[in-house]
């Protein structure tokens, strides 16, 4: 696609139950990154992928807290047991392959609302 | 560790009037800054950025910003702000060799016709 497209765009769950968040990157994107907006805050950085590996996951604030690529290409962001603190925007963001213009900018999808009752 | 302090939470001006945003940043080299614009419900819009070289950067929308090392400051202008400029307004700051940034809490622009 044209953007970094996320899914869903709202999520409600309750707490304790566990959710999935889906990122599908800007096509030809090897980093993907993970952010998390609280209310009245800016993006906090939870994750980044190089490829399928997580090159950097000194974000996440808790082992409830996982996310994969398997292919390199879409991410999952996977919440255990969520707590009502959890709730906020989650942001995905890509950015191009070392090396090529515009490495280092990372492009933002629109975000997923999540809410924990 | 970086950090990134936006001073004004909220800022209200009239239309066509001048802007100007702050951000101050604390990193111990070069960093990477970057602005960018969240309009309600919408994702986060690159407006700028600076890596190196002029310090004086031109971005989308009639945006610019200015570097100054001696200040840590990375203030953004518009001289002169249209209607469709009220957003949130972030600041952002990278490092050489790690990707994450890290965001001010941002600005509120509101703008008065």
């Known amino acids: 696609g044209a953007g970094v497209s996320q899914t869903p765009s709202n999520k409600v769950t309750e707490k304790g139950k566990y959710v999935e968040l889906r990122c599908d990157p800007i096509?030809?994107?090897?980093?993907l990154y993970w952010y998390r907006q609280s209310l009245g805050q800016g993006p906090e950085f939870l994750i980044y992928?190089?490829?399928?590996?997580?090159?950097?996951d000194s974000g996440l604030p808790n082992d409830r807290f996982f996310a994969v690529r398997p292919e390199g290409s879409v991410s999952t962001l996977k919440i255990q047991r969520t707590e009502r603190g959890d709730s906020a925007v989650y942001l995905c963001?890509?950015?191009?392959?070392?090396?090529?213009?515009?490495?280092?900018?990372?492009?933002f999808g629109p975000g997923t609302r999540l809410t924990v009752l | 560790a970086q950090s990134v302090t936006q001073p004004d939470i909220h800022i209200t001006v009239s239309e066509g009037a001048s802007l100007e945003l702050r951000c101050n940043y604390s990193?111990?080299?070069?960093?990477?800054l970057f602005w960018y614009v969240q309009s309600p419900g919408q994702g986060l819009q690159l407006l700028l950025k600076?890596?190196?070289?002029?310090?004086l950067v031109q971005g989308i929308k009639g945006f610019e910003a200015e570097f100054k090392r001696s200040q840590s400051s990375f203030n953004l202008r518009k001289p002169s702000v249209h209607w469709s400029d009220a957003a949130e307004y972030f600041c952002?700051?990278?490092?050489?060799?790690?990707?994450?940034?890290?965001f001010g809490s941002g600005t509120r622009l509101q703008v008065q016709p």
């Open positions: 963001a890509s950015s191009s392959p070392p090396g090529t213009p515009s490495t280092d900018t990372q492009y």
């Open positions: 096509s030809g994107h090897t980093a």
């Open positions: 992928f190089q490829g399928t590996g997580a090159a950097d």
């Open positions: 990193y111990g080299a070069t960093p990477y």
């Open positions: 600076y890596f190196s070289g002029d310090t």
């Open positions: 952002a700051v990278g490092q050489a060799g790690r990707r994450a940034l890290t």
